[in-house]
């Protein structure tokens, strides 16, 4: 069976003003509104690539925009993959916490893009196995 993946880059939906401040309420209704476009199939992966933005973002600002897919987990499968910089702040362990509760969706923090596309293939053989 073949993964079906929405790569989804954060300047695509980030609202950010001309001093630099981001509007979360609209950068998440934007995310939303991506994640649920009508030509979108249904049962695809998301992999969010923070790479441009993250030196702005939180760990706390990611998992708030991240959760847009938490709170409607009926716009994808059942994994999620965050593309980040290395060593621009993220605190992974912190944000494993933060998902904890959302049982049964897959979060996976990766720095390198071949190693997120790679994690989407390697469990999808596990899951139809």
């Known amino acids: 069976m073949a993964t079906l993946l929405k790569i989804i880059r954060s300047v695509d939906y980030l609202d950010i003003s001309d001093d630099g401040v981001i509007n979360f309420d609209e950068s998440r209704k934007n995310l939303s509104a991506i994640a649920n476009m009508e030509n979108t199939p249904v049962g695809y992966e998301i992999l969010l690539d923070f790479r441009r933005t993250q030196w702005i973002l939180s760990t706390d600002d990611i998992f708030f925009l991240v959760k847009v897919f938490l709170d409607d987990p009926d716009t994808f499968r059942d994994k ?50």
């Open 80 to 129: 999620i993959a965050l593309l980040l910089l290395p060593g621009v702040g993220f605190e992974k362990e912190y944000f494993k916490e933060l998902c904890a509760s959302h049982k049964g969706i897959s979060i996976q923090t990766f720095t390198n893009y071949e190693d997120a596309i790679q994690w989407f293939y390697l469990s999808e053989g596990r899951r139809s196995s």
